[in-house]
């Protein structure tokens, strides 16, 4: 076959996956080219919080909150039991070199909150603080004209035109005057967002998951590596020894590349791929997506009808969110609502099914699970006014006005009424039931006990309640007229089935030998976790480690080719 194009590592898709292997391999020397099919690099992890979940880092260390691996190992084998302990293994042990590795010689750098908990911290081994770390922020200004380049957040994730803001953002622009020292980081924020809106289309103060995206990217710019935009993957080109390249499509012209020692897949799997999600995920029901359009089953496809395995053998074949839905936007109920004092989610009977404090895939998977048995795909989440003047409500933002409340109510996105009979009625669940579930709610948050479902009762759901609400942070009387309403769908933010693998990141075939030359990172290899959420960042953490673990795989095999090294 003649090759249009010759180079060491082929890499698909500029997310946090491919971009990471983009930045080791260019580190260790070789010669790369890192092919998105979209004009903008970040796929879904730019509109995440862009938080890694690794345990035993140095940087936690560094941070005062030391963790251990030998707890995680605990941990995960509580969680997921003996499942794909090797490639569990393989990222235990490399975690804390690859984080070491980027903050040595690049701008992706990473801190330990000191206190993030994992999801399920009854769980042995469980840890408050250190497996999660954040990236810091960065100056998008730095980018330049290829700033514009960095997907942007969802829009209801900014403020004022385009301003990011970050958790710890939120009470002081909520309380700008509540201290001298509010009124002082407030004034610097919004003078900074006004400044960047006379050069940017949005502020370059960029936090979270586009803090992550932009220190990557500033990463390979400086590093000189070839990123192409608009390049799409067609095919893999195998050969005798197994994967050789790729047929891309570059803009209007389609090109076939040569990979002279590997080939990564990082097209962040198939979540928004209704097709795949039929095959996948037949009975249930899920008919929304938050992850990245573009993530739609490039690599995944492309591997299968190579000859790779799919590991479909999951406890959830994808994560969730529970998702509000206003025109085309799936705005996602992280933790901004949920798990605060004075809201319960219930079902078309009025009646709760749920922890609404645990976490959004926990609550997701709840939800269909019920739904089974009563209808609870749209559950509903109910408040009183109290609530959304403190928390807000979904898009509502905290202290929500009359003419705010009145447009999502107009739109049909948001319901109202005096009684929580009329509520009931309104949104079409049982009002007697409601009322019920309601009364109930009251009297647990009278003890600070939810009798019926402990929410509030783990160091997860307090982290994200209303410390200043007593005795439990996640609970408070629903009590103050008009009562509000919001429908709640279960949406995938991202795929656990996928491409079979070993502890390389090497892609298996069917009988689970490697195929030679190809390698799949973040959503399209198999979730380790094996449709478990054990925490915060338990898929950009992987795809860090496993870009890691592929790269210093392929540059093992030296001057040889790295498709004749399929054995260890």
């Known amino acids: 076959m003649r090759f249009d194009r010759e180079v060491d590592v082929l890499i698909f898709g500029a997310g946090m996956g491919g971009m990471c292997a983009a930045l080791f391999a260019a580190l260790e020397g070789l010669d790369v080219l890192l092919c998105e099919k979209t004009d903008q690099v970040g796929g879904t992890t730019a509109t995440s919080a862009g938080t890694v979940w690794i345990p035993g880092s140095s940087q936690a260390k560094r941070d005062g909150v030391p963790d251990s691996a030998d707890e995680a190992r605990k941990f995960l084998a509580a969680e997921i039991g003996p499942r794909a302990e090797a490639v569990r293994e393989a990222f235990l042990q490399a975690g804390p070199a690859a984080l070491d590795y980027l903050e040595a010689r690049t701008e992706v750098k990473f801190r330990a909150p000191p206190r993030h908990p994992d999801y399920h911290s009854n769980r042995p081994g469980r840890a408050l603080a250190g497996r999660a770390l954040a990236p810091l922020p960065f100056d998008g200004r730095l980018l330049g004209a290829d700033f514009d380049r960095v997907r942007p957040p969802i829009a209801p994730f900014?403020?004022?035109g385009g301003m990011m803001v970050g958790k710890d953002d939120i009470p002081i622009l909520l309380k700008p005057f509540g201290s001298a020292k509010s009124f002082a980081a407030a004034a610097k924020l919004l003078l900074r967002h006004a400044t960047d809106r006379l050069r940017f289309r949005r502020g370059t103060r960029l936090v979270m998951g586009n803090a992550l995206v932009a220190r990557l990217f500033y990463s390979l710019k400086r590093r000189n590596v070839a990123v192409v935009f608009d390049a799409r993957l067609v095919e893999l080109v195998k050969g005798t020894d197994g994967v050789e390249g790729a047929v891309v499509d570059i803009g209007d012209k389609r090109q076939t590349i040569r990979a002279r020692r590997g080939v990564i897949l990082a097209t962040g799997g198939f979540a928004p791929n209704e097709k795949l999600r039929a095959e996948f995920m037949p009975d249930l029901a899920i008919k929304h997506s938050n992850a990245f359009a573009g993530a739609s089953g490039d690599g995944f496809t492309a591997a299968r009808t190579a000859g790779a395995a799919v590991d479909d053998k999951h406890t959830s074949p994808a994560f969730y969110f529970p998702s509000s839905l206003h025109g085309d936007t799936v705005y996602p109920h992280i933790l901004l609502d949920r798990a605060k004092p004075g809201l319960i989610a219930v079902n078309k009977d009025g009646r709760r099914f749920v922890n609404e404090s645990d976490s959004y895939h926990d609550f997701a998977e709840a939800m269909l699970r019920s739904n089974?048995?009563?209808?609870?795909?749209?559950?509903?989440?109910?408040?009183?006014?109290?609530?959304?003047?403190?928390?807000g409500l979904g898009l509502l933002h905290p202290g929500a006005g009359r003419r705010e409340i009145e447009r999502y109510i107009a739109d049909g996105y948001l319901y109202r009424a005096e009684t929580l009979m009329e509520l009931a009625q309104r949104i079409g669940v049982d009002g007697e039931n409601l009322l019920r579930?309601?009364?109930?709610?009251?009297?647990?948050?009278?003890?600070?006990?939810?009798e019926a479902f402990g929410k509030g009762g783990t160091e997860y759901n307090q982290f994200n309640g209303d410390p200043a609400n007593r005795p439990n942070p996640c609970l408070r009387p629903i009590a103050e007229a008009p009562f509000f309403a919001v429908a709640v769908y279960p949406s995938t933010m991202g795929t656990c089935v996928g491409l079979a693998t070993d502890g390389d990141a090497r892609v298996l075939d069917e009988n689970g030998a490697p195929l030679g030359g190809l390698y799949a990172v973040g959503n399209d290899m198999a979730s380790l976790f094996r449709g478990v959420y054990v925490g915060p960042g338990v898929t950009l953490g992987p795809a860090l480690v496993f870009a890691y673990r592929a790269v210093i795989d392929i540059a093992k095999a030296g001057a040889g080719d790295a498709r004749k090294r399929i054995t260890r």
């Open 158 to 160: 900014m403020v004022l």
């Open 372 to 391: 089974a048995a009563a209808p609870a795909v749209p559950a509903w989440l109910i408040c009183d006014r109290a609530f959304i003047g403190d928390y």
């Open 437 to 450: 579930s309601v009364q109930a709610h009251n009297r647990y948050a009278e003890t600070g006990v939810d």
